[in-house]
């Protein structure tokens, strides 16, 4: 059971990843479509963090002893100056796990 | 094609691989503590090793795995799972549309293989690229090591399994939202790609306080269509 629900799980999470990739799919992305469409990492990476950030515990939280939101608007900042990922990743968690340490 | 020609191709693709896999390495030490808590929870679930760490290797999606072991540990029924599984991994239908004009012209075995690797930190890389800037190597190598690192992470969560600190207290979910602000961010260069940035955050705050299931979707593609209609907008204002 175990073993059938890991390959079934398996199928949807390829068939949601390769489908659209399919030439054979007979779908003609327009100027509109990909003109939306070049936003989608953009919208997707956000809507991925934010809710991480702005809500750590299930609930809405915006004081600034929260540590996610403090390191994620530095990191904000970081990102903007300097434009390198690991950098922009590497301080601002080192700045969050001691925010963590000296609140929590 | 002579010898040398051959060669030059071999090394710009070794290279293409290599810088791909430099680029999805602050990615994959972010994930490194949930392949840790992906490996650790499958086995607490009830799977067994194999099982567990086929989930990694062939589910190979951290959210889909995570979610499924806790509906394991439930004992949910299968009908149960796959739906749960659909809803979770629907974001890389948008991945999948989004890279159609990167990928599809590509063989089969290429197809298959980035499909496979086709995760939200391979998109992150690669979604903000234009098609003719995609490089299959620098996309390959970005996959085959995230994917490797996040196996590796399973396996050690596996091995070491109930002697790990409760790592879902530590908050590491932080190191994927670094990593996420740190490669959006820099892409925000016109007032459309900023009102998408904001609509998304803030759609996607709200739907997640009113619990409305397949909410990051939702959030994603309002900010998508306006972001698009600001575009339009301006370039009407500007009379072309």
């Given amino acids: 059971m175990i073993w059938l629900a890991i390959i079934l799980m398996t199928l949807v999470v390829f068939t949601s990843r390769y489908l659209f990739l399919e030439p054979k799919l007979p779908l003609k992305l327009n100027r509109h479509a990909r003109g939306i469409l070049a936003y989608s990492s953009a919208a997707v990476l956000t809507a991925l963090w934010v809710p991480l950030v702005f809500i750590p515990e299930g609930e809405l939280n915006l004081k600034l002893s929260n540590p996610y939101l403090v390191a994620a608007l530095v990191a904000i900042v970081l990102a903007k100056a300097t434009k390198n990922v690991l950098l922009t990743t590497v301080l601002s968690m080192l700045l969050f796990f001691g925010l963590k340490q000296w609140l929590g | ?240």
């Fill in chain 2, 1 to 240: 094609m002579d010898l040398d020609s051959q060669n030059d191709l071999g090394a710009s693709h070794w290279r293409e691989l290599l810088k791909g896999a430099l680029a999805v390495t602050p990615l994959s030490i972010a994930v490194l503590p949930w392949g840790l808590l992906a490996g650790s929870f499958a086995l607490e679930s009830g799977l067994d090793v194999f099982q567990s760490q086929a989930m990694s290797a062939i589910v190979f999606a951290g959210s889909t795995q995570l979610v499924a072991c806790g509906l394991f540990k439930a004992g949910a029924s299968l009908s149960t799972m796959l739906l749960t599984t659909l809803f979770v991994t629907s974001r890389h239908l948008l991945y999948s549309l989004a890279m159609r004009p990167h990928i599809s012209k590509q063989p089969l075995r290429w197809r298959l293989l980035l499909g496979f690797l086709l995760t939200d930190e391979l998109f992150a890389l690669c979604g903000k690229q234009k098609p003719e800037q995609f490089d299959r190597w620098y996309a390959l190598g970005a996959g085959l090591w995230f994917y490797l690192c996040w196996n590796a992470a399973s396996l050690v969560g596996i091995v070491a399994g109930a002697q790990l600190p409760n790592l879902q207290e530590l908050g590491l979910d932080f190191a994927v939202a670094a990593t996420f602000i740190a490669l959006v961010i820099p892409q925000v260069k016109s007032l459309p790609v900023l009102a998408a940035v904001l609509i998304a955050g803030v759609a996607s705050l709200v739907f997640e306080l009113i619990e409305l299931s397949g909410g990051l979707i939702f959030a994603s593609l309002l900010a998508m269509v306006s972001a698009y209609l600001l575009e339009k907008a301006q370039q009407a204002g500007r009379g072309r």
